[in-house]
């Protein structure tokens, strides 16, 4: 339990930009209800702002693999797939 706690608080500044990320994310995504376009380019700068955080996260963690980034990259893309379904 301590090593959780240690990992949270050693690493809350990275979260607190991860979550300033997303919820920024979804709150201009609600702000532009009616304009998908503009819905979907909101979702990529988001993707794009989440696969930067991660890359820089893991360097400063010092164990950027790869196989790290083709995952990020791969959450983004599955996002923009989704939205450009839904919204496109």
Do not use: C
């Not at 209800?33 to 794009?48: D, E």
């Not at 996260?57 to 923009?80: D, F, G, M, P, Q």
């Amino acid at each position: 339990m301590r090593n959780i706690i240690y990992d949270i608080t050693h690493h809350l500044f990275h979260y607190a930009i991860l979550l300033l990320i997303i919820f920024g994310g979804l709150l201009a995504f609600f702000s532009f209800r009616g304009y998908p376009q503009t819905q979907f380019l909101i979702g990529l700068v988001v993707a794009f702002a989440y696969t930067i955080w991660g890359i820089i996260h893991h360097l400063v963690e010092r164990n950027l693999t790869v196989k790290i980034i083709i995952e990020y990259l791969l959450i983004s893309l599955l996002a923009i797939v989704i939205l450009w379904n839904f919204l496109i």
